[in-house]
């Protein structure tokens, strides 16, 4: 069956490293994957897109790993800080097209000071 | 610039009342548009997306349905609600192929 996994512990680091999400997923062939942030109480925001050529992709603090071969995202947050502290959600594309996304369950990170 | 509105921000209906939520789109053309549920401390669900005015796909067989009147409307409804109808419910539009924006989503409490 298809799946798309992420921790659902919560991820508790300090202030100041660096917090690494996973996003595994089973039977499908994503051409691209997605990273949203979700507050409590609000919508998921988009954060960043990866393609299926790219191994990694940067945005300020944020990097995005995408490994086909492994079917794994890895996110990361450096220089982590408490305002990071929220749930992060991956999302890909059913294998029968683009015009919706699949969304994992997301990991909930907590940055203490 | 684009932004998405949702209405109403809570709700809380008796079982069997009919349901009708509200979003629109500004600032885009022919988008594609979406309506998802959360429960509490679960994944989103995707219930509907809509490809066009008058198209429909829905994802989950329940009480709800789903309608897109105008290019930036779509509306979510029930005629009868449940008390497993609870929850969290966000719109979300899109052009094809990309990214997702949200509405900042209607908590919906079935008594």
């Known amino acids: 069956s298809q799946k798309i996994e992420q921790n659902s512990e919560a991820l508790n680091i300090q202030e100041g490293k660096t917090a690494t999400l996973t996003c595994n997923y089973t039977?499908?062939?994503?051409?691209?994957l997605q990273w949203y942030r979700q507050d409590p109480g609000r919508g998921p925001v988009f954060l960043l897109l990866?393609?299926?050529?790219?191994k990694e992709k940067r945005k300020e603090r944020l990097k995005v790993t995408f490994d086909t071969t492994l079917k794994q995202s890895l996110f990361h947050i450096t220089a982590s800080q408490p305002a990071d502290s929220a749930t992060y959600l991956c999302?890909?594309?059913?294998?029968?097209?683009?015009?919706?996304?699949?969304f994992g369950t997301g990991t909930r990170l907590l940055v203490s000071p | 610039s684009q932004t998405i509105h949702q209405w109403p921000a809570t709700l809380v209906q008796p079982v069997g009342s009919p349901l009708s939520l509200e979003c629109t789109v500004e600032?885009?053309?022919?988008?594609?548009l979406y309506w998802y549920r959360q429960a509490a401390g679960r994944g989103l669900q995707l219930l509907f997306y809509?490809?066009?005015?008058?198209?429909i796909s829905s994802e989950v067989p329940q009480n709800l349905s789903a309608s897109r009147p105008q290019d930036r409307q779509f509306i979510l409804s029930s005629k009868k609600l449940l008390l497993s109808d609870s929850g969290f419910y966000l719109c979300?539009?899109?052009?094809?192929?990309?990214?997702?924006?949200f509405g900042p989503g209607t908590r919906l409490t079935v008594t």
């Open positions: 979300a539009w899109s052009l094809q192929g990309q990214e997702q924006y």
């Open positions: 039977n499908y062939s994503p051409a691209y």
């Open positions: 990866i393609r299926e050529n790219e």
């Open positions: 999302a890909l594309p059913p294998n029968t097209g683009f015009q919706k996304l699949v």
């Open positions: 600032g885009t053309s022919n988008p594609n």
């Open positions: 809509s490809v066009g005015i008058g198209q």
